[in-house]
Structures are given as C-alpha cells and as structure tokens.
C-alpha cells in the first residue's frame, strides 16, 4: 500500500525530464503545517512540521538540534505510530527563538508504512482523484533564498525580497513592503547557476506579515502554470532538498 502511495507521486511532475523520475518522486516536498511530538535525547517537546516528503520532512523546532541526531517524530492527530529520523541540517530562523531543521526518515520501509506519514500524505491530497488537482500546487523549498523582484507590468522594479518556495502554478515571496493582494505584476528571478532568469506575469493572491522578521508573505499565482524554466528550476532546487 505504502509502495502504491509512493508510485502515484511520480505523476506530479510528469513531463519533467532533467531530473529522472525515481529521482524527482524521493525528493518532491508538500507544504503543510502539522503539530507533532518530538522525542529526542530522552526529552519531548512540540515542532510544527512544514514540508513533508517520502524521505524527510522540515520541522520548526524550539531548540537548536545537531545534524546526525535521531529523533522519534509521532503526529497525534494522525493514525499510525512515530517514525525514526536524523537529523541533517538545522539553522536559527532569523532572530526568532525558532530553528528550521531538516530531517530524514532512518526507519525501516515496514515502519514506514505503519506510521502516521502514510495518512498525513493522503490527508494532503495524494487520494486517487486529487492528484492532477494538486499537480500545480506542490511547492519546492528554495533553500539558497534567491533574490526575487516584484516589478510592474512594464518591467519597473518596485520592491525587492527573497524567494521561499516555487511551484509549477505559483510561488511564495518574502518581501519588505506589502504588495495588495489582486494586483497583477511581474516576478523577476535572479539567474541561477546556469540557468537563465525568469520573468513571470503573476498575480497577488495573498499577502500576510511575518512576525519572525517583520517581513511580507506573499503567495504568488502564474498566469502560464506550464512553464518549462519553471520546471528547471524546481529540478534545481529539489537537488537542493
């Protein structure tokens, strides 16, 4: 069952070729918020996982954790019991008392298959007749935080930030100033490694301010959600993963 869940993840990037399929379908990520337990070094406390996959997961923890620690993660809200993971990079999320960590699963596939990952996921929306509806939802995180410009539709830069996640249909922006919501403009990208830079005719479907670092959140939708340099640079940032 877990292998059949696992298969149907190849299709959201279907038409992707620069990363193998096999590939792709280990290091896809879904957006999430979850509150979940994290046992570690004999100790318990709460993190909110924030992006899930079928290897690992992103988890906002309290406390700084070191990379190669193993921890038990168990979602209560979830059937199924904790699974094992360790610990592979953790970073302070900027002045916050936060820290972002990435881990991976080191249980075994049987273990796997009778945690609360299984459902999580279908709970995100990998049921049989959702898929190619989540198709252009799925987000990958940018980890390198590349440069992102909000300029309007005549190309005027108005306002600068970073970019936090990139999907085929959208992406999510932090910036310093508040863009409203509705408002049709241009995302400008960086070039990135030898990728070109991208220049997407986008509107502003939401805007909300972090209280971490008093920033902007905007999410972003294309107007072309079929955008080959998109798809190159979710590949790049996957490998990223």
């Known amino acids: 069952m877990f292998q059949s869940l696992v298969n149907r993840v190849r299709f959201l990037f279907s038409g992707a070729p620069s ?3 096999e590939e792709r379908r280990q ?13 570690a ?50 970073r302070q999320v900027g002045n916050s008392k936060s820290w972002s960590t990435g881990v991976r699963f080191s249980d075994s596939d049987e273990n796997k298959a009778s945690s609360w990952i299984k459902p999580a996921l279908h709970s995100l929306g990998f049921g049989a007749g959702k898929i190619k509806e989540r198709r252009t939802h799925v987000r990958v995180p940018a980890n390198c935080r590349p ?11 108005l ?13 999510l922006v932090s910036l310093g100033v508040e863009v409203r ?21 986008s509107e502003v479907r939401s805007c909300k301010k972090d209280v971490r670092n008093q920033k902007w959140l ?21 490998k990223d993963t």
Not at 147 to 157: E, L, Q, S, W
């Open 27 to 39: 290091l896809i990520r879904l957006s999430c918020k979850i509150v979940a337990l994290c046992s």
């Open 19 to 21: 990363v193998p399929t």
């Open 41 to 90: 070094s004999g100790r318990e406390f709460k993190v909110a996982v924030t992006d899930i996959g079928l290897n690992g997961m992103r988890l906002e923890a309290p406390e700084q954790l070191k990379k190669g620690q193993a921890l038990q993660i168990l979602c209560p809200n979830q059937p199924g019991g904790a699974i094992a993971c360790e610990v592979v990079w953790c």
């Open 218 to 238: 905007h999410g972003m939708r294309f107007n072309d959600r079929d955008n080959p340099m998109v798809r190159r640079y979710m590949d790049l940032f996957l």
């Open 181 to 201: 919501p509705g408002m049709t403009i241009r995302l400008q990208l960086d070039p990135l490694g030898a990728l070109p830079g991208l220049d997407l005719l």
């Open 147 to 157: 440069r992102a410009a909000v300029a309007n539709k005549a190309g005027d830069v």
């Open 159 to 171: 306002t600068e930030g970073s970019l936090l996640n990139l999907g085929i249909g959208g992406a």
